[in-house]
């Protein structure tokens, strides 16, 4: 399956002349219909509709079709309709003009000052007469098919760029975690050894040359407390085993977005406790150096679905 991003536009358009202009040769000409799709990251799946009065009816279709494949995102679904005559007028018709005149002596029964209707109004009412009463739903549908396909096939392909640098700062974080490994043993023997030392300089300065047991012990004792301070390898196992179940998200794909933050905050946490423990400039640099590769990959997940 798939990594998808949220982040993704596409659009379709229909142009349909008139079939039949010898059988409505007064009302021959095109109507244009468009969709736009454009989606962006969010938390949860956010919808809306601009769309024109002829397209309202059609919200509710559009909405189950985007919510049957779209699980996150903000995504704006845009509609537009052009209808354009040619240049012969249309021809009124019996029933249109009755009703236009029925509706004139009611509206100057109440409103007698109300300018009667032009011989241009009736030509523009007629013109939207025949329109009016289509069924656009199935055209709009088709577009909004095309439109959602071409906006997933974008989605997918930014998503596959995403799921590529993810892997690429995994393989990094594994890289300076093995560089981390050894250092914890060799800073844990420098203590020792130092401890070791500083009793051996404070007893030749009171008793003698020689260090008793006791005080060895206490330097023992010392030196311990100190590698256990600066243990990190349960934060590095428990680094890897988050890198582990990344990769496996990543390679599984599909809705794996909100599972990918969570565990990019584990990651941070043990990259910042590895630079807390840090005994030597080199752990702190790795610290950083993993914190940063942590931080450009929680900006990507943002994106992803």
């Not at 079709?65 to 005559?85: C, D, N, P, S, Y």
């Not at 040619?86 to 509206?107: E, F, H, M, T």
């Not at 109300?114 to 025949?130: M, Q």
């Not at 439109?147 to 997918?156: D, E, H, K, T, W």
Request: aromatic residues 4%; hydrophobic residues 40%; negative net charge.
């Amino acid at each position: 399956m798939s990594v998808y991003s949220m982040t993704g536009y596409a659009s379709a358009q229909h142009r349909n002349a008139h079939d039949n202009p010898e059988e409505e040769p007064k009302t021959a000409g095109h109507t244009r219909l468009g969709v736009e799709i454009r989606s962006v990251n969010s938390r949860f799946l956010d919808l809306s509709f601009r769309l024109p009065d002829e397209l309202r009816a059609c919200e509710p279709a559009l909405r189950e079709r985007l919510t049957a494949h779209l699980k996150r995102g903000k995504v704006e679904f845009r509609a537009a309709l052009e209808i354009q005559t040619s240049g012969n007028l249309p021809d009124p018709s019996v029933r249109l003009l009755q009703r236009l005149n029925a509706i004139q002596d009611n509206v100057k029964a109440w409103l007698p000052s109300a300018t009667p209707l032009s011989v241009s109004d009736v030509i523009r009412l007629s013109g939207n007469e025949s329109n009016s009463t289509k069924d656009w739903q199935p055209e709009l549908l088709t577009l909004a098919d095309t439109a959602l396909q071409a906006m997933m096939s974008a989605r997918a392909r930014e998503g596959a760029r995403l799921a590529s640098m993810l892997h690429d700062r995994i393989g990094q974080l594994r890289t300076l975690a093995k560089q981390a490994q050894p250092l914890v043993p060799q800073l844990v023997a420098q203590q020792r050894q130092r401890f070791m030392d500083r009793w051996q300089e404070a007893m030749n300065l009171t008793d003698g040359s020689h260090v008793p047991e006791a005080a060895q012990d206490r330097a023992l004792t010392e030196a311990t407390a100190f590698a256990i301070r600066i243990d990190v390898a349960e934060e590095l196992t428990r680094l890897s085993s988050h890198l582990d179940e990344l990769e496996r998200l990543i390679n599984k794909g599909g809705e794996i977005g909100k599972r990918l933050d969570f565990l990019i905050q584990e990651l941070h946490r043990e990259a910042n406790t590895l630079g807390s423990k840090s005994a030597a400039l080199e752990l702190t640099h790795i610290s950083v150096d993993m914190k940063v590769l942590i931080e450009q990959m929680r900006e990507q997940v943002q994106n992803i679905e």
